[in-house]
C-alpha cells in the first residue's frame, strides 16, 4: 500500500476444484471459481487483477464492511444519552463505515485449517474515535472454504466501550461468470415476507412492508429483471433494488436467506445466516465505466449482492432489532454462501 503496508493473496481449494483467492487487504474476496452443470468452472465474483485498482476505489466489490454496514442517517445516533456525530461520505449519509472503513484497512491474517475445511483467520483492531465511533473494538472475520462448496463467513467482535457494531460481506456475484451479461435472467428466492421501504436519500422509513402485491416479493423464484423496471416509488429510489429484506425465522440461528439459480449455466448459490436483515442490490450503479477481471466492462447490473445485515438506520430506528454492543459483550454472526448446480 501507500502506507508501506504488505498486502497478501491467499488461495483456498477443496478437492471438488472450487477455488477463493482472498487478500488481507479489506478482507476482499478476488475470486471464486465454481463448476457449472458441465463441470466447466468459471469466477463468479466482479473484482480487479491488480491491488492498484482496489486501492483508487471501488464499490466495495467483495470487501468485509464495518463498523457499520449500510447506512445512517446523517451519520447521528444517540447512545447511552451520548450523541456521536460519524462520516459523512454519501451525501447526508454516513455509508460503511465511512471514508476509511473495514474494507480499506489493511487486517492481521493467518492461514486456519479446521475439520471442516481451510481458511483465513483476519483480525484488526479499530481505535476509539475511528471514523467516529466509541470504543476500541477488536475484530475477528474467519474465512473458512468447506468440502460442500461453501464459503463459512464468522465474524465476532468485542470492545471496552458500548458501542455499535454490524459487520456484512459485500461480494458482487454474477453466475454466469463475471463481466459476460447482466443478471436480470438470474432467479431469486428470499426467504422473507417484509421490506424495509426507503426514502429518497436510501434511509429506511421505518415501516416493515408486506412483499405481497408488490415488486418486492420475491417468496418464489423469480427472474430479477421481472419486475425490476416497474413504476415503483420504491424502485426509483433505489434506481433498481437496494433494499433491506426482513428475514423470517430466529435470528440467530442459520437459516437459509435467499437462492438464486442462473438457468444457463445452472449454478446455485444459497445464503444462509444468523442475521435478522438481508441487502438485495441488483447492480444499478454499475455503469460501464469500471474495467474488471480480464479486462472485461462491468456494465449496468453486471453483479448482485446478498449482504446478511442488520437493518439500515438501526441505531435511529428503536423497533428495528439492537446493534448496540455493550462492553464486556461479544458480537458473533456467522454467513455462509453455499454453491451447487441444478439438474
Known sequence: TPDGEIVELYTLTNTKGMEVRLTNYGGIVVSLRVPDRQGQFDDVVLGFDRLEDYLKGHPYFGAIIGRYA????????????VSYQLTLNEGQNHLHGGQKGFDKVVWKAR?????????????????????????????????????????RIEYTATTDRDTIVNLTHHSYFNLAGQGRRDILDHLLQINA?????????????????????????????????????????????????????????????????????????????????????????????LDGTITGKEGRVYRHRYGFCLEPQHFPDSPNKPHFPSVILRKGARYQTTTVYKFSVAP
Open 70 to 81: 449500510n447506512r445512517i442517517a446523517g451519520g447521528r445516533f444517540v447512545l447511552n444519552g
Open 111 to 151: 492461514p486456519v485449517r479446521s475439520a471442516r475445511g481451510v481458511g483465513v483467520r483476519l483480525s484488526y483492531v479499530s481505535r476509539d474515535g475511528e471514523e467516529g465511533y466509541p470504543g476500541n473494538l477488536s475484530v475477528t472475520v474467519t474465512y473458512l472454504l468447506t468440502e460442500e462448496n461453501e464459503l
Open 193 to 285: 415476507h417484509y421490506f424495509t421501504p426507503i426514502d429518497a436519500n436510501l434511509i429506511p422509513t421505518g415501516e416493515i412492508r408486506f412483499v405481497r402485491g408488490t415488486p418486492f416479493d420475491f417468496t418464489q423464484l423469480t427472474p430479477i429483471g421481472a419486475r425490476i423496471e416497474e413504476p415503483d416509488e420504491q424502485l426509483r429510489f433505489g434506481r433498481g433494488y437496494d433494499h433491506n429484506w426482513v428475514l423470517a425465522g430466529p435470528p440467530g440461528a442459520l437459516r437459509l436467506a435467499a437462492r438464486v439459480v442462473e438457468p444457463n449455466s445452472g449454478r446455485v448459490l444459497e445464503v444462509w445466516t444468523t442475521e435478522p436483515g438481508l441487502q438485495f442490490y441488483s447492480g444499478n450503479f
